[in-house]
T-cell receptor, first 114, second 113 residues
Framework: DQQVKQNSPSLSVQEGRISILNCDYT??????FLWYKKYPAEGPTFLIS?????DKNEDGRFTVFLNKSAKHLSLHIVPSQPGDSAVYFC?????????????FGQGTTLQVKP | KAGVTQTPRYLIKTRGQQVTLSCSPI?????VSWYQQTPGQGLQFLFE???????NKGNFPGRFSGRQFSNSRSEMNVSTLELGDSALYLC????????????FGPGTRLTVL
């Protein structure tokens, strides 16, 4: 039972355009969501997060949107750069449970073409 | 501030052997979580330690165990290795139990032959 799903295994965009990565979740107890970026042979790097009390959070070129009614979140990267090419994971946690456990999606491989 | 470090980075073992992996969290971080990454299953939670106590455990067999020391460093052990244990093992740390963002180390690539 996959509680966090990233249905697009890969995405290819042109440099300078917007990249939109999507994530769906099934567990309504999740109240904190994170995005990580991962390069080969490295650990995931934290990018941006959002609490369930918000519907948007921005950090530079990265914006995460949360639609609780649809149990859907998305990561927007504007403008996309070749260095953004990596695997992106969304993750969820039940903040109130404080259990230090993140549930990850399967990842989306983003390729940004120069 | 130094990041999360994991040793060794690469390991080759044979079936039936046991292995111990080590993780040093970011200085001041007290929570350490372990994850297994495989191509088929993605990133899966193994367990989490806080103040030397296992607080949460994922759905893995008892062959997978861990511990945390008083300086927050953590080890995980896998006994009676199976071919399916070949994976990237990632350690992540966070400041305390109420902090959601976790910071990952580079991982230990374990290959079981």
């Amino acid at each position: 039972d996959q509680q966090v799903k990233q249905n697009s295994p890969s995405l290819s965009v042109q440099e300078g355009r917007i990249s939109i990565l999507n994530c769906d979740y099934t567990n309504s107890m999740f109240d904190y969501f994170l995005w990580y970026k991962k390069y080969p042979a490295e650990g995931p790097t934290f990018l941006i997060s959002i609490s369930s009390i918000k519907d948007k959070n921005e950090d530079g070129r990265f914006t995460v949107f949360l639609n609780k009614s649809a149990k859907h979140l998305s990561l927007h990267i504007v403008p996309s750069q070749p260095g953004d090419s990596a695997v992106y994971f969304c993750a969820a946690s039940g903040y109130s449970s404080n259990t230090g456990k993140l549930i990850f999606g399967q990842g989306t491989t983003l390729q940004v073409k120069p | 501030k130094a990041g999360v470090t994991q040793t060794p980075r690469y390991l080759i073992k044979t079936r039936g052997q046991q292995v111990t992996l080590s993780c040093s969290p970011i200085s001041g971080h007290r929570s350490v979580s372990w994850y297994q990454q495989t191509p088929g299953q993605g990133l899966q939670f193994l367990f989490e330690y806080f103040s030397e106590t296992q607080r949460n455990k994922g759905n893995f067999p008892g062959r997978f165990s861990g511990r945390q020391f008083s300086n927050s460093r953590s080890e995980m052990n896998v006994s009676t290795l199976e071919l399916g244990d070949s994976a990237l093992y990632l350690c992540a740390s966070s400041p305390d139990r109420s902090y959601n963002e976790q910071f990952f180390g580079p991982g230990t690539r374990l290959t079981v032959l």
